[in-house]
């Protein structure tokens, strides 16, 4: 969609969309720390950053997906099902928690990689495939585990959970920043990356410059049920157990801040156009109105009503941006 | 094409005959009555999101949508003390309005069905929960909750009645008027209906308003049959609302409708979800099932497509 003059412009748009994002940030900190009671206290800044977390792993989750034109409905249902299968392994078979965890990941690359095959082989959008394995991972998962958490965890994998730096920050964050660099660099710098971002922009004709598009779609998939995996694990580290219920029935309570981040971060949803930077903020930026408008006691059910907003006028802001942008470059 | 539903009846009539002669307990009248029922409302579901298909796009906020028309419905008979009729009309308007505001944003704006639905999914859940303080409204009409319980004759119930009258209109405007065929010409080849003078907006607009009235209408025969207004009405019916009228064989691109296929695959899934009960299966096996087919349906279709011309699969 946005091939050609924009692409030439890109950086400056990813910089002053940053720009954009970090002064909103600053400014919803100014104004929760002024209205919201404890909204800077260290505990809570704590707990905003173990949240920010978990939201920016589920942005990439949807981002890498999004990059090929895609999108994955299922990364809430592969993300409980990879956790609860590390708490099995742990619980039932003593693993150590390093096995544990590896193991799941595995095991969501894997679902991943499942979504992305039958994509790529049934040549059926992402969508409907993706709605459907949703339904079949998190039933089989429920069918299992027979809807029971898994509460009998080594003390070494709930301490995760209690580590704190700084007293204010959570060291998951820096995990996910840190996934997010890796990201950035492959999207930017590698041609595994490249090759990702060419099959979003126009599919044929990279499948024309030679680069195997299916395999790219594939490899986002497993890429996003990782990503899934390890945001999954983060959350039951916060939890101190997993939950089968813990992001909703089927996962779909992943769904609305997986979409916020890169949508709000101008990531296309027509693919070719991946912005990391952006994407991590925009997901900081959602853990923060969350986070600001709970303390607020505005009820929880407004800030849904208003997370839903916040989408609605990020997409019409990038309307509104492609549309103006596109006057000017006409004149 | 003509009966390309006919493996689908078939399917259906065949799961029937095995679960009336293995389970002598599913002819039984209120068995019958309890599945007749859960048809009634899963029709109506799957036509809300077969519209969206029909015009190339989908509406992911139909449960929500549901679920507040559902919620509003009770409330107005339980806080406002309105009797069922005023609040019936009121509920279906509500539905229009939210499926209005889905149509406009989308048409007007030109943005993606898929966000826009996510985003207003989230809204209306929000109003909902906002509305009901996530507590049920208990004291709706008598004359809901006995419509919800009665029966016509011997096993057939009386919230089959929205579901007919429903079927037939959609069938109607999809088939006779204006207005639907320029929805199915609209998802067929939107830039050639529009060359042709079709405005493309309002077919979006339609579909959209249509699907709202049509989950509206689903979350009241839900309230009717739960006996009162559940703010959870609606947050399960995401993927059957999907699985229907895609192994009922509705085109995912847009422009090909089947509503005796979408109706066929209510059943068969209806049928699926008994025979669960009845051979006392864990029922979460019905999300596996689920999403099982629907990978079945469009493997099959493209499998199809793959086929040389003259060849046809079962």
């Known amino acids: 969609m946005a091939v050609g003059p924009s692409s030439r412009r890109q950086p400056n748009e990813e910089a002053s969309t940053a720009l954009g994002l970090t002064l909103l940030i600053a400014l919803a900190f100014v104004v929760f720390s ?16 173990r949240t920010a977390a978990l939201n920016v792993l589920l942005g990439l989750a949807m981002m890498v997906v999004i990059a090929t034109g895609g999108l994955d409905l299922s990364i809430g249902a592969i993300g409980i099902a990879s956790a ?7 619980q039932d078979f003593r693993l150590h928690m390093m096995i544990a965890i590896v193991a799941a990941l595995c095991f969501g690359g894997a679902l991943g990689f499942c979504n992305g095959f039958v994509v790529v082989f049934a040549r059926v959008h992402s969508f409907i495939v993706t709605l459907a394995s949703m339904s079949i991972i998190f039933g089989a998962m429920i069918v299992l585990t027979k809807a029971e958490s898994v509460r009998d965890l080594p003390p070494a994998f709930l301490a995760l959970g209690k580590i704190r730096w700084f007293g204010y920050l959570s060291p998951m964050l820096m995990v996910s920043v840190a996934i997010g660099a890796l990201i ?5 710098w590698t041609d595994l990356g490249r090759e990702i971002l060419a099959s979003g922009a126009n599919s044929r004709a990279a499948t024309l410059s030679g680069v195997r598009v299916g395999n790219r779609i594939i490899t986002v998939h497993a890429l996003s049920g990782i990503l899934a995996a390890i945001a999954g694990i983060m959350l039951s580290i ?3 157990a997993m939950v089968p219920s813990m992001a909703g029935n089927l996962g779909q309570e992943w769904l609305l801040p997986a979409f916020l981040a890169p949508v709000l971060g101008g990531t296309l949803l027509s693919g070719g156009r991946a912005w990391v930077v952006t994407t ?3 997901a900081f930026l959602v853990t923060e109105l969350t986070n600001g408008m709970l303390l607020m006691s505005i009820g929880e059910f407004w800030v849904q009503f208003a997370l839903g907003s916040v989408l609605l006028l990020a997409v019409l802001l990038e309307k509104g941006r492609s549309t103006l942008m596109g006057t000017v470059e006409g004149v | 094409m003509r009966q390309e539903w006919l493996g689908l009846a078939v399917i259906a009539v065949l799961g029937f005959i095995i679960m009336a002669s293995l389970r002598p307990a599913f002819l039984t009248p209120f068995n019958l009555f309890v599945l007749l029922s859960t048809f009634a409302l899963a029709a109506l579901i799957a036509l809300g999101q077969m519209i969206t298909l029909a015009v190339g796009q989908l509406n992911l906020s139909l449960g929500s949508i549901g679920g507040l028309v559902a919620v509003s419905f009770a409330g107005m008979m339980d806080v406002w003390h309105w009797s069922a009729a005023p609040s019936f009309v009121a509920g279906l308007a509500l539905g229009a309005l939210a499926g209005a505001l889905n149509g406009i944003l989308i048409a007007q704006f030109q943005l993606s069905a898929f966000i826009v639905t996510l985003a207003t999914l989230a809204m209306f859940k929000g109003l909902n929960l906002a509305l009901t303080k996530a507590q049920p409204f208990y004291d709706i009409d008598k004359i809901v909750s006995t419509f919800g319980n009665a029966s016509l004759i011997g096993p057939i119930p009386a919230v089959l009645i929205p579901t007919v009258i429903a079927t037939a209109v959609v069938a109607y405007i999809l088939y006779r008027l204006p207005a639907g065929r320029q929805i199915l010409a609209v998802g067929g080849n939107s830039s050639a209906s529009e060359l042709s003078g079709i405005s493309i907006k309002r077919a979006i607009v339609t579909a959209h308003v249509m699907s709202g009235v049509l989950a509206g209408l689903a979350g009241m025969v839900a309230v009717a049959r739960l006996q009162l207004g559940q703010p959870t009405i609606g947050e399960d019916w995401l993927i059957s609302s ?5 192994i009922g064989g509705v085109a995912l691109t847009g422009g090909h409708v089947s509503i005796v296929g979408t109706l066929l695959a209510v059943v068969i899934v209806a049928l699926i979800t008994q025979g669960l009960v009845l051979f006392t299966i864990d029922p979460f096996y019905v999300q596996l099932v689920l999403g099982g087919l629907i990978l079945l349906a469009v493997g099959l279709n493209s499998l199809r497509s793959l086929l040389p011309v003259g060849y046809s699969l079962p």
Do not use: D, Q
Request: net charge positive; proline share 5%.
């Open chain 1, 34 to 49: 002024w209205a919201a009671a404890g909204f800077s206290s260290p505990y809570n800044l704590y707990a905003l950053t």
């Open chain 1, 84 to 90: 609860m299968f590390a708490g099995y392994l742990m």
């Open chain 1, 184 to 188: 950035a660099i492959m999207l930017r």
């Open chain 1, 238 to 240: 916060r939890n101190g």
């Open chain 1, 280 to 282: 991590v903020l925009a």
């Open chain 2, 242 to 246: 999907f699985a229907a009228p895609v």
